[in-house]
């Protein structure tokens, strides 16, 4: 190698070898480390110091300013590399191998967040993405990825979550209902979100009980919230069906239910 | 063949053939005709008068109720025939053809809706049925898909809407302006969701000026509202973000705003 003049790594380079393992979730189990693909989630992760553990780019990255940032964790890949790394057509150039950020719930309980998502067994990382999102964007401070819950670090889950992995306490706590005890603990008040509840989102809202710090249990799309774990909770809420849909799915229920409460929150001056 | 043993249609057969065309736009736009699959979608399609055409079954139909309502309708199919209908691996051994449902604006706003989604340029047919089955949960009277929106008969589409498609007035409108100016005319007040419009929806719900009948226009996932489309609107309203993400997606925002509405619109007794 001349000096000054990289290599560009091959699919065949171990590195690269060892990054495309991270595809699989036993490989993200084994080594703590996930990819995160494409400018905008490359930028939120350098932004969480120690994260970004290597930066894999294109030869002419279309953003110079994030491959400067990573330093010497940067290094050019083979058109071939980035495409065998990335999951999406249109990576942009960029992949990171990142180090896994989840927090003990403890430990996210600990910055007496007001507003916490659970997502109890759901499995669909697009889904888990977007409430990761949402959630975000509501102002919550920790999601909770509870029982079965799809791995968050997979890559169509960081995609849909567009940043916001980056951004909450994110948690795993595979015992819902240890999950849910210690979030009462707290001081939250737990509301499950079950289309066959007895209490009407409105009528909460209406009647003030949506202002107190509040974490929402929200179940898989295919078989709701596990009775057992629904019974477990203050109130179990519906969000009212006014027209002839049979049930909202998962991802705009979230939103309706962490928005009311983000609203409650703060029209009675938190 | 013996009378009373019914031969069981092929991939081969002419009109399993027509109908898997269907998958196919250009078949769908030249015939006037979509498919539904699964019990849900057959049973709200079979609600309809005139809706079903035609209704292909396996051998031994786990619904045998809905074969039996369609009647001379319904048609045994070889297993391999239902695979090559269906787009899903579970469609539960049931396909309908099925006549389209879109009426025109004029005979949408005939009805008086009190709530109304556009979807203007919205590409992913899975956003198009879900803002479809949001909408219809939130009581809105009609959808429309405006200007280069996706098919609301794409089977992606009628998957995601989970029936609402066979429950509101679906309308399919080329010129997103002429849309405003109808949706106005009508009497209704045009909100476009715009991630930078001047107005926070917490705002016009506390001013109470989220009340009135309301169309909402929401954009596309990847570009959002047309600037020229938002200028249109009575009002370009941004949902908050309270937290660090960017932005919400596109079916977690129309099910605030509409839900939104809803509640504002019953909360001073309609």
Not at 22 to 30: E, H, K, M, V
Not at 129 to 151: H, I, K
Not at 198 to 212: K, T
Not at 239 to 244: A, D, E, F, K
């Amino acid at each position: 190698m001349r000096p000054g003049v990289e290599v560009a790594f091959t699919p065949r380079t171990p590195r690269v070898v060892a990054a495309r393992r991270l595809q699989r979730r036993r490989d993200r189990d084994a080594t703590g480390r996930f990819l995160a693909e494409g400018p905008q989630a490359v930028r939120e992760a350098l932004a969480v110091p120690g994260c970004v553990l290597e930066l894999f780019h294109t030869a002419e990255p279309r953003h110079p300013d994030l491959v400067a940032a990573a330093g010497d964790r940067a290094s050019p890949v083979t058109d071939a590399a980035l495409a065998a790394l990335a999951e999406t057509v249109q990576p942009q150039g960029l992949v990171a191998v990142c180090a896994q950020l989840d927090v003990t719930l403890a430990d996210g309980l600990a910055h007496r967040p007001r507003l916490v998502a659970v997502c109890a067994d759901i499995r669909d990382p697009g889904n888990a993405g977007t409430v990761l999102r949402t959630a975000d964007a509501a102002g919550a401070g920790a999601v909770v990825f509870a029982g079965e819950a799809v791995d968050p670090y997979n890559g169509k889950a960081v995609r849909a979550s567009a940043g916001s992995l980056f951004h909450v306490d994110v948690v795993r706590e595979p015992d819902p209902a240890a999950t849910v005890a210690a979030l009462r603990r707290s001081g939250l008040r737990v509301l499950a979100a079950d289309a066959r509840g007895a209490d009407d989102l409105d009528d909460l809202a209406d009647a003030g009980d949506l202002a107190a710090p509040t974490a929402w249990l929200f179940g898989s799309e295919a078989h709701g919230l596990p009775a057992a774990l629904a019974e477990l909770a203050d109130a179990r809420v519906r969000v009212p069906i006014h027209g002839r849909a049979e049930s909202l799915n998962l991802a705009a229920a979230a939103a309706i239910c962490l928005y009311a409460s983000a609203r409650a929150q703060r029209s009675t001056g938190r």
